[in-house]
């Protein structure tokens, strides 16, 4: 019970430093970007920590922070005994290019697993694709300086096909082809299970009701858990 109390004030503080207590204002995953003004929230490292790192699909926007695919997964792994924590750094309206301007403040906490969610924003937007795969890329590697040992994991997107189907096409084959290139684990579609299913996603059509976010966790545990059971925590 300590540990998910825990786990819900760190979730909060972000929500609530990132979105300014202004949720309700925003309108899909682009919703208002951040200022980035966000002071600094220490979490004591142990190097057991995953962090997920996102935008409002992570954030669980217009769910209870518990309600969230990341806490859903933390939950689980206390059940089954995974010596982790999680942190959740989702942020309404965050694309790749303000992810990587965010992502030094993220890193300044020992990370044993990164769970990297972000792309959909830029795609809805109509950013060049090759700037989302550049940020993307960027984000990988600046992970990677920081800690060699960091294990990443690269959540998938695709768009919807009003975007056009050459855009949209090269959009859903970035992440496959970005998870090659750097060795990544590769959720192939985080919304798998989920888009496109009314009864399944909020009002707006695009941000998952709390059922759905229990699919989502499901979609990455099933690329995550391989990971922890590989991966050698630091005692405690």
Not at 69 to 89: H, Q, T, W
Not at 182 to 201: D, H, Q, S
Request: aromatic fraction near 6%.
């Amino acid at each position: 019970m300590a540990g998910l109390l825990k786990f819900r004030y760190i979730l909060l503080v972000f929500l609530l430093l990132g979105c300014g207590g202004e949720q309700g204002k925003k309108q899909g995953p682009e919703g208002n970007s951040p200022s980035g003004n966000v002071e600094e929230t220490t979490v004591a490292g142990t190097g057991n920590t995953i962090l997920f790192f996102g935008d409002s699909l992570t954030a669980g926007l217009g769910l209870e922070p518990e309600q969230a695919f990341p806490a859903l997964i933390g939950e689980r792994m206390d059940s089954l005994g995974y010596p982790f924590k999680v942190v959740n750094a989702g942020l309404s309206g965050e694309t790749t290019a303000s992810g990587v301007n965010r992502l030094d403040w993220v890193l300044r906490q020992p990370v044993s697993v990164f769970v990297l969610e972000l792309g959909a924003n830029d795609g809805l937007r109509g950013i060049p694709l090759e700037e989302t795969r550049k940020n993307l890329a960027t984000i990988v590697e600046r992970v990677r300086q920081k800690d060699s040992t960091t294990r990443i994991i690269l959540t998938g997107m695709q768009l919807p096909p009003n975007m056009g189907p050459d855009y949209t096409s090269e959009f859903r084959n970035i992440f496959p082809e970005l998870a090659e290139q750097y060795n990544l684990k590769l959720v192939p579609f985080l919304l798998a299970g989920v888009g496109g299913i009314p009864e399944l996603n909020q009002q707006d059509g695009i941000h998952p009701t709390a059922e759905g976010h229990q699919i989502l966790a499901d979609n990455v545990w099933e690329v995550l858990q391989p990971v922890l059971e590989a991966k050698e925590p630091a005692a405690p």
